[in-house]
């Protein structure tokens, strides 16, 4: 037997899962990021963090579950015993009782979302109780299905915990998908402020988490996509704190270089690479790094979009280690196709001064970073260029006149915001021939002929831009240009040049 023979099978690529617990029992390659568990410790008990999509903010979560879970004190060692934490465990491992709810699988339609939140939390109450039977007094589970709806049912539940001296640590994924989904329907705003203030249900909720803290809740650990939500129900939930732009959680969720570099030189060992460490990294940073999570962290370090590297590598190692063709993911893909609504509710606003079309055109916008703004206020344009940010379009890019200075950032961002621009065009009637563009592409690409591609983006504008679209001049050019060039297959536009 050769010595490539005698080493062991090369560690799973974990794309696209989110289980810990899989992923430690099934020999896949794991990120550790188990070091923030001291850090979330230290911080305050009712913790609060939003990132993009597809960044591993359930892996995390997931991550800390099983840390602090009661029932996997004998698998410490088997799930974490090689990882920082199980080097330096905390007083706290294995402690608690967790209720974990994850409100994406929520339907989040108005009409129904009271029922369907109910539905959720029933099932994994119902498994809360299943899984401490052993810890709980008998009949609990019966008791609480008694009880109407999640509100009553988490309050029971508290109050028996509290008795029997027990402590739960709540954790809520994507506590915002509610809002997400109707954001980009202006006239259920008025639906959606019943639910979140007030008497609504959903604040209801949150007040009773917030009551639990007084007794059997210890800590809660909430993630989602944008703060909106959050400072919806401020008054339902005003004692969590809110670490989305902490410096020392920048780096919690996605991968850093040296992290990149690390796991490329892994499955470099395993497999015939074509390219080298370096080389792969200059072909991955400009489409899935360049995130920045922290205004102080700026020029110090950047984040990689998880995701994104997990994909990319599993189809180089796919494709007999040859560069993918296509850089996008098809699932990222998807998830920003949700975010189009960003483009139509700039449009709404602002579309003689748009804020992506700014950003297209210019390079930057500039603009001070919330930390929360009701949804009623996302046009405001300091909510909508944070909003913008929290989704993961643009990322800080330094500072400009005192403002933050924000930046697209990485060309797979570029490519999904510029394709959503060139649907808002052919809604406003500015259209264009895809077979007829794509052939002259070809001709400028192999015959050095570009007179015809950019005539024909010149004739779109004459012909099909209204006169109010073409008074607003450069901007308007400039944008619908970047935004053509940008599906062409051989070359990447390029809108400002950084100094």
């Given at each position: 037997m050769d010595d490539r023979a005698k080493k062991a099978a090369p560690k799973r690529i974990p794309y696209g899962m989110m289980n810990f617990v899989?992923?430690?029992e099934n020999n896949c390659y794991y990120v550790d990021k188990t070091r923030f568990i001291e850090k979330v410790e230290d911080a305050n008990k009712y913790f609060f963090v939003v990132r993009p999509r597809r960044f591993g903010k359930s892996l995390t979560i997931s991550m800390l579950r099983h840390y602090y879970d009661v029932n996997a004190a004998d698998r410490f060692n088997r799930l974490y015993g090689d990882l920082y934490i199980g080097q330096h465990p905390t007083p706290n491992r294995n402690q608690y009782l967790i209720i974990y709810l994850n409100f994406a699988v929520i339907n989040a339609e108005l009409g129904n979302y009271r029922s369907a939140l109910d539905a959720h939390c029933n099932t994994r109450f119902s498994a809360f109780c299943d899984a401490y039977a052993h810890l709980l007094p008998d009949g609990v589970k019966n008791e609480m299905g008694n009880k109407n709806g999640c509100v009553e049912q988490l309050d029971y539940l508290c109050a028996v915990c509290d008795r029997a001296g027990l402590k739960i640590y709540l954790f809520i994924?994507?506590?915002?998908?509610?809002?997400?989904?109707?954001?980009?329907?202006?006239?259920?705003?008025?639906?959606?402020?019943?639910?979140?203030?007030?008497?609504?249900?959903?604040?209801?909720?949150?007040?009773?988490?917030?009551?639990?803290?007084?007794?059997s809740i210890d800590r809660?650990?909430?993630?989602?996509?944008?703060?909106?939500t959050l400072?919806?129900?401020?008054?339902?939930?005003?004692?969590?704190?809110?670490y989305s732009l902490a410096y020392r959680f920048n780096e919690m969720v996605g991968f850093t270089e040296q992290e990149v570099r690390e796991m490329l030189a892994y499955y470099a060992q395993h497999y015939e690479f074509h390219h080298s460490v370096d080389e792969l990294i200059e072909v991955m940073k400009p489409h899935y790094d360049n995130y920045c999570f922290a205004e102080e962290a700026y020029g110090e370090i950047t984040m990689y979009n998880s995701n994104m590297v997990l994909s990319f590598l599993y189809k180089y190692i796919d494709n007999k280690c040859r560069i993918p063709k296509q850089m996008l993911d098809e699932n990222i893909r998807v998830d920003y196709n949700k975010l189009r609504m960003l483009i139509r509710k700039d449009k709404e606003f602002a579309h003689?001064?748009?804020?992506?079309?700014?950003?297209?055109?210019?390079?930057?916008?500039?603009?001070?970073?919330?930390?929360?703004f009701p949804a009623e206020s996302i046009a405001d344009y300091n909510n909508f260029v944070s909003l913008l940010y929290y989704f993961g379009m643009v990322t800080i890019g330094g500072t400009f006149m005192g403002d933050t200075r924000f930046v697209i950032p990485n060309e797979v961002v570029r490519d999904q915001i510029f394709s959503y621009l060139l649907d808002t065009y052919k809604e406003n009637n500015l259209s264009y021939d895809s077979y007829d563009i794509r052939n002259k592409e070809r001709f400028m690409?192999?015959?050095?002929n570009f007179k015809p591609f950019f005539q024909y983006i010149a004739d779109s504008i004459y012909t099909y831009a209204s006169q109010r679209d073409r008074q607003k001049g450069e901007a308007?050019?400039?944008?619908?240009?970047?935004?053509?060039t940008s599906?062409?297959?051989?070359?990447?536009?390029?809108?400002?040049?950084?100094?």
């Open positions: 899989a992923i430690r994924d994507e506590y915002d998908h509610f809002t997400n989904h109707i954001l980009s329907d202006a006239a259920r705003l008025e639906e959606y402020k019943g639910e979140t203030h007030g008497t609504g249900y959903l604040r209801t909720f949150f007040d009773t988490i917030k009551a639990g803290t007084d007794s809660v650990f909430v993630t989602g996509v944008s703060p909106v400072d919806d129900l401020t008054s339902g939930f005003n004692i969590g704190t809110n003689d001064a748009s804020i992506i079309q700014t950003l297209v055109s210019q390079g930057f916008v500039t603009g001070e970073l919330k930390e929360g690409a192999y015959r050095g308007f050019v400039h944008g619908y240009t970047l935004a053509l599906q062409c297959r051989y070359y990447r536009p390029i809108s400002e040049l950084d100094n």
